[in-house]
DNA sequence: CTTGCTCCTACAGTGACTGTAGGATGCACA
DNA sequence: TGTGCATCCTACAGTCACTGTAGGAGCAAG
């Protein structure tokens, strides 16, 4: 009974693989250098030969990335993938974490848009003497990023 | 009719000026070496020796890096406020450039939040086989970061 | 056989620092 | 005058997640 849809295992070169995943061929070297992805088998000349699992799992760390999951973060997550009999609670706390530190840099980054809004309004497009924007920068008495700057 | 304040013009050593203005002992050289900070006079015993005008021009560097300026940014309003007698007009742009990118960075997250916090609100806390973190992480098909992805 | 695209390795550069090693200076106190 | 210790010095490697470059080799079509 077995269905005649035979898997048909296409390998792909590097460039296939960087185009179905939008991911640059230098990255996924980069990847590979830091144990994200696989060694994947080789060609005759020495060329790097990837499957669909290969895809699949450049896929995810993609989606991670894009994500802003960082790099030990991802490598835990695979980790994780890899045995799926376990609890997922260390997944939902590596996610919970992510949005926690997402929602930190946004509050940070709100104190910045406020102190740098008021800076751009009150200027008065006059003379570099009379700026009160470097005035804020030289004075910087108010500042409201005053305790724990941003450093993106 | 000359006041009696004597201006101290007190020497400050390396330390006494990364207390005064709160940056660390080595970013205060690494700003000298990328010209951030003009190179000091010297003891005999060649440890830097400071005066107030390092102090001011220190203190604007700290400000404008905690508003999230970058270095060339800064460089180019340190420049500016050396020509007092120019149009702020520059001041004005780079200030304005650096709202725009704040704000940009803010969207970004923003969108970033709410695809986190729709994945952890999935998230059933069964085994890792069933994740919902997982599975978007693997699938993707509908992320709000599809196009442009937030890269910090 | 040649053209031109794809791919290879190895390494340096990015930004804004931070950390470390190994040694010199300078000042207070005995 | 000695000694102990905080402060300071230079030089360089490490951080993060890539990106860029140099110099060459593989491979398919014309």
Known sequence: MSVKTAKPAKDLAIGDLA????????????YESIGLMPEPARTEGGRRVYSEA???????????RDLGFEVDAIRELLTLSDHPEQSCARVDALASQHLADVEERIARLELLRTELTRMVKACRHGRVGDCRILDTLADHAH??????????
């Open 143 to 152: 500042c409201a990023t005053e305790h724990g700057a941003v450093r993106d």
């Open 54 to 64: 290969h895809r699949r799992r450049l896929n995810f760390v993609r989606h991670a």
């Open 19 to 30: 185009r179905a995943t939008g991911v640059k061929i230098t990255t996924i070297r980069f």
